[in-house]
């Protein structure tokens, strides 16, 4: 087997050959990172309604492989909030949280999600990404965010009943006060480290914290929520029952959306890695390495995992050269369950409420959309839906997605099938503009010059078509039409029977059409449908400079030329005229 398909097989060969040098900075890394791995696991796994120690497996076997197959070595792979909300909120109303049947369910959604993703990176769909534009992921992200703290809440605050009781009788005796104090106490301290400085790992530190705090009171004795036991040891091999073919097909959207959202975040991450180390970002590889990842936390009897965008931030801010600061990482979270679980059982509830709270209020951005109005108010609009129909069919979260990846779409065919067609004169800078908003006069007596600035093709075609039957209509005395075609670039077989067409009504009109500044690509598509024949109904030219020339050679001798045109070497290479 060759070395390239070896590389290609398993990336990891490509790391960087240890040194004393490189390994103490990984280690560092990596440790950094560790540190957060542990906490943010267990508190993302009480997110999804999951055994918390699930949230432990997911960060260790998942990242293990994800990092070992990824072309984005650097990222913080394992539980992240917006991923464990979604597991969470779609099996709501299938399961109890935390039930056997609960776990099936997201052990499912983990194993269908990771195979989508393995399949898509396996037939090199990762353009499919592209479909999901910003303001659409915008709104989603902040609507899922304020819902995150939402379910956050009543942990962080001790409430001990609902909120509809506590608006009918407000009364301090609603709240468990040592809870508030945890809870409230915890969130001041890592908002205040992540202020002072953002790769501290602050939330181990204020854990053990809590947790000695919460020994030495006797808070669990005293019926205070608290982590309690959790089983040390590596996650054994797990295989949930079969389900219905209803529960199956109450999977497949929330399957789908945890799928796109899981790699968004993934996308978000790796793009800034690659762009700080000047490499190209590998989408299909990181879509097998990370569906690898999924199929294996479901493996473990855990649930889908994707890359932090904090860890992965923090991960290259603390030095991180290579997939070798993971290992360190993954080193510390397999420490954690050997034998380090015991020390986790004191910890309140209401903490890992706070280490949630802070993750994800990094992710609340309402300046975004202020700054996007400015932009394009089409786009706000579709972001301002989406995030009003996620935050409106909570739990079922994905319609917020998928309506605003519609109304995206549609904007965007909107969008091909209404092109730029613009008739344009010379403007004394020398440019060819948009006649009539600069006000210039035409190129030349009986002409209509256009540009269209598209695709000529299914899209595009019939409203190019429409535009010059509507000229000639309004404008009788037209006996020339000249296609500046330099923007076009491509042209499909709708678009070769609309350029014939054209070529025919210009004929029937006693006319002739003009083409100027043809590619190469459409000119062979053109030449192999026989439109480019000569004819006397029919110009091409190379340049737009020998266009115009030519083009006001035709004016009658009295008519005087409107526009004084380029000079153009006819015997040489012309020189295209600039367009804006």
């Given at each position: ?224 929520a608290v982590i309690g036991h959790l089983p040390s040891g590596l996650p054994t091999l797990y ?310 020339a030519a083009l006001q050679r035709l004016a009658p001798p009295d008519a005087g030329n409107p ?18």
């Amino acid at each position: 087997m060759s070395s390239s398909l070896l590389h290609r097989w398993f990336p990891f060969l490509s790391w960087p050959r240890p040194t004393s040098a490189l390994l103490q900075g990984e280690f560092w890394a990596g440790m950094t990172v560790g540190l957060m791995l542990v906490p943010q696991g267990v508190a993302y796994a009480a997110l999804a309604g999951m055994p918390l120690v699930t949230g432990i497996y997911a960060s260790l076997v998942p990242a293990l492989v994800a990092v070992l197959w990824s072309s984005s070595t650097r990222l913080g792979v394992g539980p992240t909030a917006l991923t464990s909300l979604l597991i969470g909120a779609s099996i709501t109303g299938l399961a109890e949280p935390g039930s056997a049947h609960w776990v099936t369910l997201a052990v499912w959604m983990a194993l269908l999600s990771g195979l989508l993703q393995l399949l898509l990176g396996v037939v090199r769909f990762g353009w499919l990404l592209n479909l999901v534009t910003s303001p659409v992921l915008g709104g989603f992200t902040q609507a899922a965010a304020l819902l995150i703290l939402a379910s956050q809440l009543p942990d962080l605050l001790g409430l001990r009943t609902s909120w509809s009781a506590l608006a009918v009788s407000p009364s301090l005796h609603h709240f468990d006060l040592r809870a508030l104090a945890f809870g409230l106490g915890s969130l001041g301290c890592l908002v205040l480290a992540r202020r002072w400085r953002s790769s501290f790992p602050a939330a181990i530190v204020v854990i053990a914290l809590a947790a000695l705090i919460s020994w030495a009171m006797g808070y669990a004795d005293a019926d205070g929520a608290v982590i309690g036991h959790l089983p040390s040891g590596l996650p054994t091999l797990y295989w949930p029952g079969w389900l219905s073919w209803e529960e199956m097909g109450a999977l497949v959207m929330p399957v789908m959306v945890v799928t796109l959202v899981s790699f968004l975040e993934t996308a978000s991450s790796a793009k800034v890695e690659h762009h700080q180390g000047g490499t190209r970002w590998n989408e299909n590889q990181d879509l097998i390495a990370h569906g690898m990842a999924k199929i294996s936390s479901g493996l473990c009897g855990s649930f889908a995992t994707s890359a932090s965008f904090s860890r992965s931030a923090i991960n290259l801010y603390a030095g991180a050269k290579s997939g070798w600061a993971t290992l360190f990482a993954l080193v510390l979270v397999l420490a954690t369950l050997l034998w380090l679980t015991p020390a986790l059982y004191h910890v309140p509830q209401p903490v890992l409420a706070a280490v949630v709270v802070t993750a994800v209020t990094s992710l609340i951005k309402p300046a975004g959309m202020l700054r996007l109005w400015r932009v394009s108010r089409v786009e706000t609009a579709i972001g301002l839906v989406t995030f009003g129909l996620t935050l409106a069919t909570a739990p079922r979260m994905y319609w917020g997605v998928l309506v605003g990846l519609l109304m995206n779409l549609s904007h965007f065919l909107y969008q091909r099938l209404h092109p730029r067609i613009i008739e344009v004169g010379l403007h004394p800078d020398g440019s060819l503009r948009d006649r009539h908003l600069w006000q210039l006069p035409p190129l030349a007596p009986e002409l209509l010059a256009l540009r269209m600035d598209a695709e000529l093709d299914f899209a595009s075609a019939n409203a190019l078509e429409r535009r010059v039957t509507d000229e000639l209509a309004q404008r009788p005395s037209i006996r020339h039409l000249c296609l500046f075609a330099l923007p076009i670039n491509r042209i499909d077989v709708t678009g070769v029977e609309a350029f014939i067409r054209l070529r025919a009504l210009l004929q029937s009109h006693g006319g002739t059409l003009h083409v100027t500044g043809i590619k190469l690509p459409v000119q062979h598509t053109l030449d192999n449908a026989g439109a480019l024949a000569p004819g006397p109904n029919f110009a091409l030219y190379r340049t737009d400079a020998e266009a115009i020339a030519a083009l006001q050679r035709l004016a009658p001798p009295d008519a005087g030329n409107p526009v004084s045109a380029p000079q153009s070497d006819t015997s040489g290479p012309a020189q295209s005229l600039p367009k804006l």
